[in-house]
């Protein structure tokens, strides 16, 4: 047990790196939660700062969730010995979980994170690759259906338990439990986009609507 909890700490503490905070230092001081829609996620990096910014922001963001899934849980420490009895799968499921509450909680940064989406492709990344083209092709349809990049997030989030559920149930049930559970994670984060989007004061790419002529 001493195993699996030292190594869900790291990946939490690791997932707490923010990477808008990252960027933000780099660029002279910025910080993204005093600008926007106050999340220190890749959305508002990009709305207040632009393209270069924000890719930096995801790539952090993303590439912490495959350092927490994909590296952490085979690390050798040495005041902590592997544990026979810890499987190896539920391991990297517990760390990558550790991982995208940190990002949405960080304790590096008063626990004001983002909304956790790049971390949790970022572990999927490296628990089902596979899933990752589906996951990008709703979100993107969404999007340009109807402009909302929260909305996108989450129905996207959603898709990815169903894929799993058609294509790898009954031999699959633990990347189907993660998928579940983090889509419901995924949803509490954008609890503020569904309050906006039900006030009818959130933000729309109208850009991206490609069928925006034809809505009436």
């Not at 991982?99 to 971390?119: E, I």
Request: with cysteine; proline share 4%.
């Amino acid at each position: 047990m001493l195993e699996l909890g030292l190594k869900i700490l790291l990946s939490y503490l690791l997932g707490s790196l923010m990477g808008s905070m990252i960027m933000g230092r780099l660029v002279g001081g910025v910080d993204i939660r005093t600008m926007g829609s106050g999340n220190a996620g890749g959305t508002n990096a990009l709305r207040t700062q632009g393209w270069m910014f924000a890719l930096g922001v995801v790539a952090i963001d993303v590439g912490k969730g495959m350092i927490a899934t994909g590296v952490i849980p085979g690390l050798n420490l040495p005041f902590a010995a592997e544990d026979p009895e810890i499987s190896r799968l539920w391991l990297m499921i517990a760390c990558a979980t550790a991982s995208v509450v940190g990002h949405v909680w960080p304790v590096w940064h008063g626990f004001r994170g983002g909304k956790g989406a790049a971390t949790l492709m970022g572990t999927l990344a490296v628990l089902a690759p596979w899933l990752l083209f589906p996951i990008i092709l709703i979100w993107a349809w969404v999007l340009v259906l109807f402009g909302y990049v929260g909305l996108a997030t989450m129905v996207a989030s959603v898709s990815a338990p169903l894929a799993v559920a058609l294509m790898r149930l009954p031999h699959d049930q633990p990347l189907f439990i993660y998928c579940a559970v983090l889509s419901l994670y995924i949803i509490f984060s954008h609890r503020s986009n569904i309050q906006r989007m039900r006030a009818g004061t959130e933000h729309r790419n109208d850009r991206l609507m490609l069928f925006k002529k034809n809505r009436g």
